[in-house]
């Protein structure tokens, strides 16, 4: 069972994943109460977390008659999987290449500014370290 890339879930699948993130952990219910859908079908919403597990996103357990849903890895892990991965794939692995396409794609506040030169600061001095 390996873990599918984010990149890969569809719509559903990732809003799932979203709200256990959020949840931390959930029964079907749970989750689908946290999305909101009232449309959405209990088993849709279960379909979308057996998938999950099988693409190794998310376990179970079982509580009473119920299985209780929660994430293998964390929202910041596997965004930062997935941007080291496009860095790899778009930026022939320079991640200078990426900070320079983003500061020329639009313009930036001072306040945004500051806060990078805050984060870099923090990381050199071994602060930003996830």
Do not use: N
Not at 12 to 35: D, M, N, R, T, Y
Not at 81 to 99: E, M, T, Y
């Amino acid at each position: 069972m390996s873990e599918k890339p984010i990149e890969e879930l569809g719509s559903l699948q990732a809003s799932v994943l979203e709200a256990l993130w959020e949840l931390q952990e959930g029964s079907v219910h749970e989750v689908k109460s946290k999305l909101g859908r009232a449309t959405l079908a209990y088993t849709t919403v279960l379909t979308a977390l057996q998938k999950l597990e099988k693409a190794g996103w998310i376990t179970h357990r079982a509580e009473g008659r119920s299985y209780i849903y929660s994430p293998l890895k964390s929202r910041p892990h596997s965004v930062a999987a997935s941007a080291l991965k496009l860095i790899k794939s778009a930026f022939g692995g320079d991640p200078i290449r990426l900070f320079r396409q983003l500061l020329d794609a639009r313009s930036y506040s001072d306040a945004e500014l500051e806060e990078l030169r805050s984060l870099i600061v923090a990381k050199k001095k071994g602060k930003g370290q996830t």
